[in-house]
């Protein structure tokens, strides 16, 4: 049968082809011989018409000498040796194409020990009936394999899906949860969240960081003059200017109120005093006005604190450091820089 029409199809027809001729084959209650499992096959496979015009006559009334003069005519001529080798080879054929029926459900299915047993079974098989019998269990088994694990697909897709949305809902909850709505900055919690991971990140690698807490000279004054809609946007045009002076490493938030704080990674006290004044100069040099008057608002100045995060410090102690360093720099006469004892 090598140079039959089944060696040239594809697995996946051949598979279906061998499906459809044993289903045929046990309608018909037919032994599977090298003769029925031809004709049939050629039949589902629809190669050739002639063929098929005297199969459909034959499948009123079965006649065995019929389908071997069938055989003879479209197929081959053969003695009985040949018909023996012929029903060798049917075996190996079928056991061939199960094999790839197999393959197509995935390695899963090949080391399920249910089909293993079936194969075994049929490579010691010498009844047609038996054959049949295997063939039509394997295909069942790997036919249902296929199917579950379409679904599994279809259900694992979905679910990824879900998942998926779930994830950036829960990313959109966290930055909002971070993130300061007045100044799009982060927030006091998020500041929180990362100077704790700073400390980690110090302990873990000797990293040096600083903190700068920064606060608006005269804010309240802002607010009594020209109202809070205006502190407002005095607010979010400080938030501006601060956020275009940072780098990559940075994490600027708006610490609460009118103060701000900015975490400086991998950085000296030295390389944190140099900072601190940049961004000191940059806001005093703002020129500011009422959005509906057109007249200029008084100058607005910062006053900022730099403390060195130390070894195996508390948290609370070092931005009490810091924080008594802004103190001392309001007291001296605001708008400058004052390092952290």
Same mark, same amino acid.
């Given at each position: ?20 001729? *044993? ?34 006559? *034959? ?152 903190? *700068? ?21 005095? *607010? ?106």
């Amino acid at each position: 049968m090598s140079g039959s029409s089944i060696t040239s199809e594809t697995k996946e027809a051949s598979a279906e082809y061998l499906r459809l001729t *044993l289903s045929k084959l046990s309608q018909m209650d037919l032994p599977v011989t090298p003769v029925n499992y031809t004709l049939l096959y050629a039949y589902v496979a629809g190669k050739d018409v002639k063929l098929n015009t005297q199969l459909d006559k *034959l499948f009123e009334n079965w006649n065995d000498d019929y389908a071997r003069d069938l055989f003879g005519q479209f197929v081959c001529q053969c003695d009985e040796t040949e018909y023996r080798e012929l029903r060798e080879e049917l075996v190996m054929t079928i056991a061939q194409i199960l094999g790839s029926v197999i393959d197509l459900a995935g390695k899963a299915a090949i080391s399920n020990s249910t089909l293993e047993k079936h194969l075994e079974q049929l490579a010691v098989s010498n009844k047609p009936k038996d054959i049949l019998n295997i063939a039509a269990e394997i295909i069942a088994d790997t036919r249902n394999f296929i199917e579950e694990s379409r679904q599994f697909e279809t259900n694992l897709i979905e679910s990824t899906q879900e998942i998926s949305n779930l994830k950036d809902e829960l990313d959109i909850a966290r930055r909002m949860a971070t993130t300061d709505s007045l100044t799009g900055l982060h927030n006091r919690r998020g500041f929180d969240e990362a100077l704790i991971k700073a400390v980690e990140n110090s302990h873990r690698r000797h990293d040096n960081f600083c903190l *700068l807490i920064l606060d608006i000279d005269h804010f309240k004054k802002v607010n009594d003059k020209h109202g809070h809609l205006v502190g407002d946007k005095v *607010l979010v045009g400080i938030s501006k200017i601060l956020q275009k002076q940072m780098r990559g490493k940075d994490y600027l938030s708006r610490y609460g109120g009118e103060e701000f704080a900015v975490l400086l990674k991998e950085t000296p006290i030295t390389g944190a005093f140099t900072v601190a004044e940049n961004l000191r100069r940059v806001v005093e040099k703002l020129r500011l006005k009422h959005v509906k008057t057109g007249k200029q608002l008084d100058q607005v100045t910062i006053s900022i604190g730099v403390a060195s995060y130390r070894k195996n410090e508390e948290i609370k102690e070092f931005i009490q450091r810091c924080d008594k360093a802004l103190y001392r720099a309001k007291e001296l006469g605001r708008n400058r820089t004052v390092l952290a004892d």
